[in-house]
């Protein structure tokens, strides 16, 4: 198949930065959308333009490392439901369709190199609470410390989380609330995680204003781009569970 | 560890905290708004109805009661503009560079207009303020109660103050908008506060649509008829026959006090 891209390309940091249209010719259909990048990356080196290949980030390739990104038209890891850019397959295209490939874009995610964007703010969001504070010895005996099944069941939800920030892609505030509130839930469900609970929740709600993440509207845009399809239940949860922290924080310890 | 001022500081300053202020201040608004509607809505049931509830609002414990109201409307108010124009202008800062290629997946349209229709309420607020609260305009000012002349008419003046076709379709546009502001406003509360999951996003949704139309009839049922003149100011009829009619009907509605002088006017109107 044949298509036309409308890439954005930025040389650094501090460029200005635009789209670039290039003609993606004899795609096979069976390729996935990063192989029909790598087609067309020979291509460009191929050529006698000079031009530098389109810089993308990836690593796994099978939608559990959260490297890849890209805005597919619009959409964070496309209009695609439950997947992620390295999912996708280029049969979801009709020849001669023109697709539009842009980085995330949020203050808080500057972009490097053309389609490569810095997202070490959500790093810093884990290193501030998401964390458990324990001796990591052997693993304990599975049985030895019950949990009720609904709650290991949210947990396990909410730690689906790959860390990709589709959900601030996708905010129309690039906000990352539901990053946290999947990172936050993930711990403070589990017995592990409830004694620093009030902690956590305030130091990463703190660090995620500081990072410079827009606020929650709740239009729900984050939940229909995840890739993992954390639900915004967890956003809810991360108010309740700031509410409750900041009145402690202020009336009793 | 913190003191409670410091406390209340990091609260305002952060993200959710100021969501927080965003939920509570609208849900004491919408709250507001659903006992305005209802009062409001006497209209239908005749002027020393609305009036006589006019004059309960304005003497609820010795005059101090309708002050309360206002000022805790106004501080609600003014927070709630306070923490949503400051939440507005970080989030467009959060998002300074825009797609070449935007795309919208679910966020509803009145969910994309909240500061728009916000600002525009807040224009209509002021002057609605301005136009039967104050009163500047000295015609709907100085209207006595035909059957009560120490007291204001509002029943009248409702009715005089919708009769340009202006102020009703003003009212419509503004309605309109405050309804497209609560349809997402009101499932909003839910979440900001905690209270929204999978299991409840259904019934939330529900509610808050029906409470959003209940409004907007509620409100806008008045300037309509008033315009439409499917209510019309009987009292100030010219002639005797209809206004003793209304006399007549009214002293149903009329507490103790009120029948007195109904009598009196009766009396006066038959003559
Ligand atoms: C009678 C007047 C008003 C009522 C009843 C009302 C009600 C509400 C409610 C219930 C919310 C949702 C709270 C939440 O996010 O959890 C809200 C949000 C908001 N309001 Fe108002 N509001 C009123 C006036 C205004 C005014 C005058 C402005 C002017 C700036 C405004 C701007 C906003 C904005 C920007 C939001 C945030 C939108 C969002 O988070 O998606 N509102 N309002
Ligand atoms: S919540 Fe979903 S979209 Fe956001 S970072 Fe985690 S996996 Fe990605
Ligand atoms: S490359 Fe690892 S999730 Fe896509």
């Avoid at chain 1, 005996?141 to 396990?156: G, M, Q, R, T, V």
């Avoid at chain 1, 689906?160 to 905010?171: D, L, N, Q, T």
């Avoid at chain 2, 807040?122 to 301005?130: E, T």
Wanted: proline fraction near 4%; hydrophobic fraction near 45%.
């Amino acid at each position: 198949m044949n298509l036309t891209l409308k890439v954005w390309r930025q040389a650094h940091a501090d460029d200005r930065g635009s789209i670039s249209t290039y003609e993606a010719k004899d795609i096979p259909e069976e390729a996935s959308f990063l192989e029909m990048l790598d087609i067309v990356n020979e291509q460009i080196l191929e050529g006698d333009s000079g031009e530098e290949p389109i810089h993308f980030d990836h690593d796994c390739r099978e939608g559990i490392c959260g490297m890849c990104s890209l805005n597919i038209n619009g959409v964070p890891h496309s209009k695609e439901q439950g997947i992620t850019t390295c999912q996708v397959h280029m049969r979801k295209f009709r020849d001669g369709d023109t697709i539009w490939i842009e980085p995330f874009r949020a203050k808080a995610f500057p972009v490097v190199k053309d389609l490569i964007t810095d997202r070490t703010a959500f790093d810093r969001i884990i290193a501030a609470g998401g964390f458990i504070d324990v001796r990591t010895g052997s693993a304990v005996d599975a049985n030895s410390l019950p949990i009720p099944k609904e709650e290991a069941d949210s947990s396990f939800d909410a730690a689906a989380c790959i860390g990709c920030g589709a959900c601030v892609a996708a905010c129309k505030n690039a906000s990352a609330m539901l990053f946290v509130g999947a990172k936050a839930a993930h711990l403070n469900l589990l017995p592990q995680g409830e004694p620093e609970k009030d902690r956590r929740v305030l130091s990463m709600v703190r660090q995620m204003d500081a990072e410079g993440f827009g606020n929650c509207t709740n239009q729900y845009e984050c939940e229909a781009v995840c890739p993992k399809e954390i639900s915004a239940d967890v956003i809810a949860k991360l108010n309740r569970d700031y509410a409750k922290a900041a009145v402690k924080e202020a009336v009793a310890t | 560890m913190n003191s409670p001022g410091k406390s209340l500081c990091l609260f305002w300053n952060s993200s959710i905290g100021k969501k927080i202020v965003v939920a509570v201040t609208g849900l004491l608004l919408v709250g507001f708004l659903l006992g305005h509607m209802a009062g409001n809505l006497l209209l239908f049931a005749g002027r020393d109805a609305l009036n006589d509830y006019a004059e309960f609002l304005h003497h609820m414990l010795h005059g101090a009661g309708i002050w309360v109201a206002r000022i805790g409307l106004l501080v609600a108010l003014i927070l709630h503009v306070m923490s949503t124009i400051s939440l507005t202008l970080h989030n467009r800062a959060a998002r300074k560079e825009k797609y070449e290629h935007e795309a919208t997946v679910q966020a509803s349209k009145s969910s994309r207009i909240m500061a728009i229709s916000g600002l525009i309420i807040l224009a209509f607020v002021i002057f609605h303020i301005l136009h039967f609260t104050v009163r500047i305009d000295p015609e709907l000012a100085n209207m006595p109660d035909p059957n009560e002349p120490g007291r204001h008419d509002v029943y009248g003046m409702v009715l005089k103050g919708f009769e340009g076709p202006f102020v009703p379709a003003f009212y419509f546009i503004a309605i309109t908008l405050l309804c497209s502001h609560l349809s997402h406003g009101i499932a909003s509360i839910f979440q900001t506060l905690g209270l929204r999951s999978r299991k409840t996003e259904g019934s939330i949704k529900a509610l808050s649509w029906l409470v959003t139309a209940l409004l907007w009839v509620g409100f806008l049922i008045i300037p309509m008829s008033a315009y439409f003149k499917l209510v019309s100011d009987k009292g100030h009829a010219s002639t005797g026959l209809i206004q003793q009619g209304t006399v007549a009907d009214s002293t149903g509605y009329s507490p103790g006090l009120n029948r007195v002088q109904s009598a009196i006017q009766q009396g006066t109107v038959a003559e």
